[in-house]
């Protein structure tokens, strides 16, 4: 089972890869956002999944839980930022 | 932003917001509302159920709610509204579940669609919804964002909401049947 | 057990595949977020459900506090991703983005 979760976890870094293209290369800054709040939410499986990795579930479950806090009211305030900023560049 | 002639008590709740006057009574329903599930969250997050622990939950919980709880619900539901919730909310979530997979099937069929830029066809619609509370209105518009090809772009406190739709099949399915599901959850039909 | 545990994670991971392709291949930011506010959600959801369950396999106290947590965070992303989906949407409209139509002679 091990093996399972290593490999999910591996095969989210390379969608996290994929991702990562919108938050660098996005037109507008909107798309880089989008591309960081993809992976975000990644993210916070993989923080689930490193935890079943190392049988640390209980502490790891907390981190991912404020890791989701952090990521949602980032990319609120962000939003809301970058929406006062008229080209987005 | 459509401003069409808001209705007379969403100027009071704001009113009631600005000033901090919160009439007593609506104070007591939202505090029933909000410390339940602060406690539980406590409860949850802590994972310890002795008493010294259990007691602070109560304490510090009782205390935010008793603070802060008009804030997250300036116009309460009444708790025989809540109660409906209760009842009826475990019925709707089910049927929401089963929208979105269908939503995601169709979105993953668009998306490795080799000829995709011509079955897609953004554009956004306007409708005038019925639903009156906040909470309602609330639950609505994150339901269109979480299914079928449909994102809520503007949804304002009197019911007026403009929706981006990915294409034409999914745009006609609004507002249809799950207004009248989320009316039903929330007892105003 | 294992093999729901399994197929719950590669259907979750076949979700996140195509919100990444999703997002590397529509035209303009209101249809990338489509992918991205959709597909994450259930991805989220079906990936987080095989963890729990597989926590749930050895029943404790301790191991049902763990899998409810986990049950929060996704309880805690379906309200979240829509707000936050929103809020981009939102920002982009305010800055006056412009949105890609399909071109007047493939309208049907």
Redesign the interface.
């Known amino acids: 089972?091990d093996k399972?979760f290593l490999y999910?976890g591996l095969?989210?870094c390379a969608?996290m890869l994929?991702?990562l293209?919108?938050g660098v290369f996005?037109p507008?800054v909107?798309?880089r956002?989008?591309?960081v709040?993809?992976i975000g939410?990644?993210t916070?499986?993989l923080l689930?999944?490193v935890g079943?990795l190392f049988h640390r579930?209980?502490m790891f479950?907390?981190i991912?839980?404020a890791y989701?806090?952090l990521n949602?009211v980032a990319?609120?305030a962000a939003?809301?930022y970058?929406?006062k900023?008229?080209g987005?560049g | 932003m459509p401003q069409t002639q808001p209705p007379e008590d969403r100027y009071r709740a704001e009113a009631d917001l600005v000033s901090g006057q919160v009439r007593p009574v609506k104070r007591i329903y939202s505090f029933l509302f909000v410390f339940p599930t602060m406690l539980a969250l406590w409860v949850v997050?802590s994972?310890r159920f002795d008493a010294f622990h259990l007691t602070l939950g109560v304490i510090s919980c009782a205390l935010v709610a008793f603070f802060s709880g008009d804030l997250f619900f300036p116009r309460p539901p009444h708790p025989q509204q809540t109660f409906i919730l209760w009842l009826r909310f475990p019925i709707y979530v089910p049927w929401l579940m089963y929208q979105i997979v269908l939503a995601n099937l169709h979105l993953l069929y668009l998306t490795f669609h080799p000829r995709m830029p011509e079955l897609i066809d953004p554009h956004v619609i306007h409708f005038r919804s019925s639903l009156k509370s906040e909470l309602a209105l609330l639950a609505f518009a994150n339901s269109i964002t979480l299914t079928p090809g449909t994102i809520t772009v503007r949804c304002s406190p009197d019911g007026d909401f403009a929706v981006h739709a990915i294409d034409r099949a999914s745009a006609q399915a609004l507002p249809g049947e799950m207004e009248r599901r989320v009316a039903h959850t929330f007892g105003e039909d | 057990m294992?093999w729901v545990?399994?197929v719950m994670?590669a259907l979750?991971?076949v979700f996140?595949?195509g919100?990444?392709?999703g997002?590397?291949r529509f035209p303009d930011?209101y249809s990338?977020?489509h992918p991205?506010g959709k597909m994450?959600?259930l991805?989220?959801f079906l990936?987080?459900a095989a963890?729990a369950l597989?926590?749930l396999s050895h029943f404790t106290l301790?191991?049902v506090?763990?899998a409810v947590?986990?049950m929060?965070?996704v309880v805690?992303?379906f309200i979240?991703?829509p707000?936050?989906t929103h809020?981009?949407v939102?920002?982009?409209l305010?800055?006056?983005?412009g949105a890609w139509h399909k071109p007047p002679g493939e309208r049907p």
């Open positions: 089972m399972i999910a095969a989210l969608l994929a991702s293209y919108r996005g507008t909107l798309d956002l989008i591309g709040n993809a939410s990644k916070t499986v689930v999944l079943f579930e209980d479950v907390d991912a839980l989701a806090l949602f990319v609120l939003s809301r970058f929406q900023r008229g987005l | 997050l994972g | 294992d545990v399994t994670l979750g991971l996140f595949t919100a990444a392709v997002i590397l930011f990338r977020l991205a994450d959600t991805g989220s990936m987080l963890l597989q926590e301790d191991n506090l763990v947590k986990i929060l965070i805690f992303y979240a991703s707000t936050a809020a981009i939102d920002a982009g305010r800055a006056g983005q």
